[in-house]
Structure formats: structure tokens, C-alpha cells
């Protein structure tokens, strides 16, 4: 059933997301992310949430892209892109989420599941792990705009290497280059993801979101545009009530008890 390829336990304010699937290497077929996608969706609406971690099962794959058997018999560019969409769609709503999206990545992360990793906005990896794109030695290039996503992390040089040359990066080579955040001793990377949460509970749940907003648009969108954004954002949360409450635990001395309002 869908509800057991993808594996979801609420941990305190975090929410731990799993891919069940680690006889397929994780790989995502439509069911599961449909599946995932559900999951997303559920986060949006969940005002108390702080974080979602995303993982694999096992610990060999993280996840390694595309389930290539299920999409063996595409046989349109229409119909290709109808059912690569939705992977598309829902790399988007994991990366506009509200809260951090943490890649804790406990093992191969490979193609489009390179790609996921790329969609979170932070990336804890194994000391084992390694992560890659090897579109190139498969006629392809990464089909869920993982170049992207990759450009603003690496830069061009680096992104041409890793794309180019299809080679997998060890974890020490991805912490090197800025492609992951930080590496962790094997096993502890859903453990490493959960203290760094933790850190999250200090932080006003509306400036959350709108900082990761503005760091969208800061690669995105252009100056005046990006500027405009995070004014007006700065605006709205300085009358908001967590923003009072912020300065009246200041002058307490005493921490802040964030509403979300």
C-alpha cells in the first residue's frame, strides 16, 4: 500500500519522513510520491510543525531518483512530462515549505534522489555516503531541475564536474564543495538532523518562513524584486504579536514564548 512506502513519525515539533522502499533502492515511483506528496501537503497546514526530516530506509540508499522499471513503458514526450510533473510539483512544495526541510542522507543519493536532497534546505550526510548525478551516462540530464537547484549550492565549476563526469562525490568531496551542510559518522544522520531541530524551537515560527522566502527570492528573483519582498516581509512581522512578545521577553529577561501569530 502507499502508506508503507513512505513511512511518516512525528518526533516532538519535527516530523521524520522515511522512503520505504530499500529493496528498490528508494526509488520513487508515482505511488510513492504521491504518498510523499500527501505528507507534504499535510505539513503545509500544520502551523506547530518546526521541521520535516526526509530519509530512507535501510542504510544503503537514501534514495537513487526515478523508479526506472515503472517508467520503462513511457512512450510520449507528453506523457513523460504529465508523469514526471508531479515529482516536479512536489520538489517545489517540499522547497516552499514553511518550515526547514533536512536531507538526512543515510546512504546513496543518486540522480533524482540527488535531486530531493537538492530540494531540502539543508543536507546532513553519512560518513559513507555518497551523492551523484549520473544523468549524463545515461543520455539524460537531471529531469526535476536539479541543475537548478545544484548551480547557486556549487557553483558553475562544480556543478559542470559533477554533471559532466556523472561521478558520485564522497561525503568529505560534497562537504568540500558546499553540496551537503555536514557530514556525520554512519547512522547518526536522522540523530545529527534532530539536535539541529532542536535549535529551531528559539526561532519566531513566522520569521521561519519568511526568511526562507527571502532566500528564495535572493536567488531568483531579481534585486529590486527580492528587496522589495523582504521589506515588506520585515514590515508585516515587526507588528506581528510574536515580534511583541520577542521584545517584552527582552526586557524580562526571560526567553520568548512564540505563537506563531
Same mark, same amino acid.
Request: proline share 3%.
Given at each position: 500500500m &502507499?502508506?508503507?512506502l513512505?513511512?511518516a513519525? !512525528?518526533?516532538?515539533?519535527?516530523?521524520?519522513?522515511?522512503l520505504n522502499?530499500p529493496?528498490?533502492?528508494?526509488?520513487?515511483s508515482l505511488?510513492?510520491?504521491?504518498?510523499?506528496?500527501?505528507?507534504?501537503h499535510?505539513?503545509?497546514?500544520?502551523?506547530?510543525? !518546526?521541521?520535516?526530516i526526509i530519509t530512507?530506509a535501510?542504510s544503503k540508499?537514501?534514495?537513487t531518483?526515478?523508479?526506472?522499471?515503472?517508467?520503462a513503458?513511457?512512450a510520449?514526450a507528453d506523457?513523460?512530462?504529465?508523469?514526471f510533473?508531479?515529482i516536479?510539483?512536489?520538489?517545489?512544495?517540499?522547497?516552499n515549505l514553511?518550515c526547514?526541510v533536512?536531507? &538526512?542522507?543515510?546512504?546513496?543519493?543518486i540522480?533524482?534522489?540527488?535531486?530531493?536532497?537538492?530540494?531540502?534546505d539543508?543536507?546532513?550526510i553519512?560518513a559513507?555516503?555518497q551523492?551523484?548525478?549520473p544523468?549524463?551516462r545515461?543520455g539524460?540530464?537531471p529531469?526535476?531541475?536539479?541543475?537548478?537547484?545544484?548551480?547557486?549550492?556549487v557553483?558553475?565549476?562544480?556543478?559542470t564536474?559533477?554533471?559532466?563526469?556523472?561521478?558520485r562525490?564522497?561525503?568529505?568531496d560534497a562537504?568540500?564543495?558546499g553540496l551537503?551542510?555536514e557530514? %556525520?559518522?554512519?547512522?547518526?544522520?536522522?540523530?545529527?538532523?534532530?539536535?539541529l531541530?532542536? %535549535?529551531?524551537g528559539?526561532? &519566531?515560527?513566522?520569521?521561519?518562513?519568511?526568511?526562507?522566502?527571502?532566500? !528564495?527570492?535572493a536567488?531568483?528573483?531579481?534585486?529590486? %524584486?527580492a528587496? %522589495?519582498?523582504?521589506?515588506?516581509?520585515?514590515a508585516?512581522?515587526?507588528?506581528?504579536?510574536?515580534?511583541?512578545e520577542?521584545?517584552?521577553?527582552f &526586557?524580562?529577561?526571560?526567553a520568548p514564548?512564540?505563537?506563531?501569530?
Amino acid at each position: 500500500m &502507499a502508506s508503507d512506502l513512505v513511512l511518516a513519525a !512525528r518526533e516532538s515539533n519535527c516530523l521524520v519522513v522515511r522512503l520505504n522502499r530499500p529493496d528498490a533502492g528508494n526509488a520513487i515511483s508515482l505511488e510513492v510520491a504521491e504518498a510523499l506528496a500527501a505528507i507534504v501537503h499535510s505539513c503545509a497546514i500544520d502551523v506547530s510543525l !518546526r521541521a520535516l526530516i526526509i530519509t530512507g530506509a535501510g542504510s544503503k540508499f537514501f534514495c537513487t531518483g526515478g523508479d526506472v522499471k515503472a517508467y520503462a513503458n513511457v512512450a510520449t514526450a507528453d506523457e513523460l512530462n504529465r508523469q514526471f510533473n508531479l515529482i516536479r510539483e512536489l520538489l517545489d512544495a517540499i522547497e516552499n515549505l514553511h518550515c526547514p526541510v533536512i536531507a &538526512a542522507i543515510n546512504g546513496y543519493a543518486i540522480g533524482g534522489g540527488a535531486e530531493l536532497a537538492l530540494a531540502c534546505d539543508l543536507r546532513i550526510i553519512e560518513a559513507s555516503a555518497q551523492i551523484g548525478f549520473p544523468q549524463s551516462r545515461l543520455g539524460i540530464l537531471p529531469g526535476w531541475d536539479g541543475v537548478e537547484r545544484l548551480l547557486p549550492l556549487v557553483g558553475r565549476a562544480a556543478a559542470t564536474r559533477l554533471l559532466l563526469t556523472g561521478l558520485r562525490a564522497s561525503a568529505a568531496d560534497a562537504h568540500l564543495i558546499g553540496l551537503v551542510d555536514e557530514v %556525520t559518522s554512519d547512522g547518526q544522520s536522522v540523530v545529527q538532523a534532530l539536535e539541529l531541530v532542536r %535549535t529551531f524551537g528559539d526561532v &519566531a515560527p513566522l520569521s521561519m518562513a519568511a526568511i526562507k522566502s527571502a532566500l !528564495r527570492d535572493a536567488f531568483r528573483a531579481d534585486r529590486n %524584486t527580492a528587496r %522589495t519582498n523582504a521589506r515588506e516581509a520585515f514590515a508585516r512581522l515587526w507588528f506581528t504579536e510574536d515580534h511583541k512578545e520577542a521584545e517584552r521577553a527582552f &526586557a524580562e529577561k526571560r526567553a520568548p514564548r512564540f505563537a506563531g501569530k
